[in-house]
């Protein structure tokens, strides 16, 4: 048994600013791009998302951290530290990614692709015949849609929207009613592509392109006649994206869809302008925006980064991009018989996707649709697209007769407007669409079906850890279990009963749930471990997530280290545990892994004195989704199934030392180097399931 030793787990000096943690997980998308393993399409790719995250974080975590500073707030998190201390230290962060972003992309990315027959063409390398096709296309695309705004006392700075393409022009002369603007705003069109294939009779390689920038940048001057252009420079506004919506409000859609025209216009968090921008003209917007000079970052390059995906998916080069795959079917669904009612009956089935297709849910759900013995079907959608196939099979139901509710969470983020069209959709065919429960975010992922057989009515369901999304579902990793246990579909049917009416709270025969079971259940797992441990048996936690960062739960963690049990944590983007420290989290190892798919699995495995208990969850480790959200987790007790979790959700991820970075006791993420045979978990997953194609 090792002796506990007395420190205090609530000290800053143990815990990880999760913003900051946040930009480290975005380090790594960076080194996915500068990684020459990787195909260099897929670089590309990931330079992409890696300009993605870096918006999201601004639109949410920026602006969260300047609404706190702004009221004056000294609020401090686990970590001690301030808004402003917080914001200063994202801003050391992010110059630093914003750098090595251009320097890869012009100095590696963009020189390497050139060589490869895909080029981006600068102006000064325009011939005379691409000069004449971009100002022919100039004039029929790009002029009937422009709309220059000059910068006058009649034409006050005009509202431009969140993340759009914007250029600021310094204007000499006067126009045909005698004004001299000093300045004029044009907006990109956002109904065109950043980028511009040139075709292949005045194209210099294979695939080539013009920045839509570049081609306007050519032209503005045609956009005032009788004056000029003195200069031209690109900028970017990116604004505060969180909706303040009041749960109190009696029509909560009609809420949000009025937060979703403000928030295009919010308030201004970060302004991106060309390196090549005068103080004077970044001063001048910095004073409309009403942002401070810690708010501008300069590029060396267009301010979008993530428009130049367009690129990945529209070459056609297989031999620059990760190699073709085929989903497979697990082998209990193969064949022709597909009846899953009676598949299901003799056993769970567990999907993992992408490795499995996705298909295997959409069919049930279609013959639930089809089937007269089908009495009711159940659904949670948070990310769901309206002309989803579930969709469209939950709409077959309603129209034949049967009972189907469809619990919408209309604030999943960055989908809220989707989310209305879809209630919409349901609702008109009939489905009974509830919103979920005010001031929690209903984020858990099941499907209830009943069915009468017999003398009795039958439960199905499935659970999963990821949405009902079936686009996604070919790039996130996620467990899926499908099951009509009797305990599982009485826990599935009491977590509905509370979604759709009210009473209180049921106690659940199998699951955890939050915002109730979760938190206080995931905490006496890790205490089971640690007392077992300090009475010299084994302690042993493996944990796979999103994100960690509720504080009980780390402590828990911490004590557990402290009392002998051996914890791996495989924790994909935000951490804010540090591990490794003497005394306190010696016992505790934490890595990121990362591929051409994005992890997104949750699952927990305990020892459990010899009796492994496997839990697959909807919920990471955070606060906000263990406290301030509807989250399910549930058991897999089937022990093939469990072990096959084991050995394919967890143990690989814990050898791969291709994608993988071991997290260090001071923050820092540290790249996996191994001199023995490369590991690649996702690469072996689609080995074992039969993926790869040829």
Known sequence: MKEEVELSLDSPELYLNRDLSMLEFNRRVLEMAADPNVPLLERLRFLCICSSNMDEFFEVRVAIQKQWMSVGSMRKGADGLTAAEILKRIREQVLGVVRDQYQLLNGELIPALREQGISFLHRAEWNDEQKAWI?????????????????????????????????????????????????????????????????????????????????????????????????????????????????????????????????????????????????????????????????????????????????????????????????????????????????????????????????????????????PHVLAIKQTLYRVVPDSPIVDALVKAARANKEVVAVIELRARFNEEDNIALADRLSAAGVQVVYGVVGYKTHCKMMLIVRREGRSLRRYVHLGTGNYHTV??????????????????????????????????????????????????????????????????????????????????????????QSGVKIDLIVRGICCLRPGIKGVSENIRVRSVLGRFLEHTRVFYFYNGGEPEVLCASADWMNRNLLRRVETCFPVRDKKLAKDILNLGLRPFLADNTGAWNLRRDGVYQRVRSPNKSRSAQWELMEILGCIKG
Not at 317 to 346: H, M, S, V, W
Not at 492 to 506: A, D, E, K, P, Y
Not at 520 to 526: D, N, T
Not at 540 to 559: D, F, S, V
């Open 135 to 371: 100002h022919s296309f100039f004039n029929r695309e790009l002029l009937p849609v422009l709309t220059p705004i000059g910068l006058d006392p009649a034409h006050p700075f005009p509202r431009l929207l969140n993340k759009i393409l914007n250029f600021m022009v310094a204007l000499e002369g006067k126009d045909a009613f005698g004004r001299d603007s000093n300045y004029a705003i044009v907006q990109a069109p956002r109904s065109l592509p950043r980028m511009i294939r040139l075709p292949d009779e005045v194209a210099t390689s294979e695939n080539c392109y013009v920045f839509l920038s570049s081609i306007i940048h050519a032209h503005v001057g045609e956009l005032f006649p009788g004056m000029r252009a003195k200069f031209c420079h690109q900028f970017r506004i990116t604004r505060d994206s969180e909706l303040d919506v009041d749960d109190e409000l009696v029509d909560l859609k009609q809420a949000i869809a009025g937060e979703l025209l403000q928030r295009r216009f919010s308030r201004a968090v970060r302004l991106e302008v060309s390196n090549k921008c005068p103080a004077e003209l970044s001063d001048f917007l910095l004073e409309k925006f009403g942002l401070k000079e810690d708010d501008l970052y300069r590029v060396e390059g267009p301010v979008n980064l993530y428009r130049m995906a367009l690129v990945c998916d529209q070459v056609d080069r297989p031999d620059l991009k990760y190699p073709a795959f085929e989903q497979a079917t697990p082998a209990r669904l193969q064949g022709e018989d597909r009846d899953l009612f009676r598949i299901l009956n003799e056993g769970d089935v567990l999907l993992y996707h992408p490795f499995h297709r996705f298909t295997p849910v959409v069919e049930l759900l279609m013959q639930a649709a089809s089937d």
């Open 472 to 561: 996604t579902s070919r790039f996130y990793t996620d467990f899926g279990l499908l099951s009509c246990e009797p305990d599982l579909g009485e826990d599935v049917h009491r977590i509905f009963q509370q979604l759709t009416g009210m009473g209180r709270v049921s106690k659940l025969k199998t699951m955890l749930q939050a915002p109730f079971s979760l938190h206080s259940g995931l905490i006496e797992r890790i205490g089971v471990e640690a007392a077992n441990a300090r009475a010299g048996g084994k302690g042993r936690i493996i944990a796979k997530m999103n994100g960690l960062e509720e504080p009980e739960i780390i402590q828990a963690l911490y004590r557990a280290s």
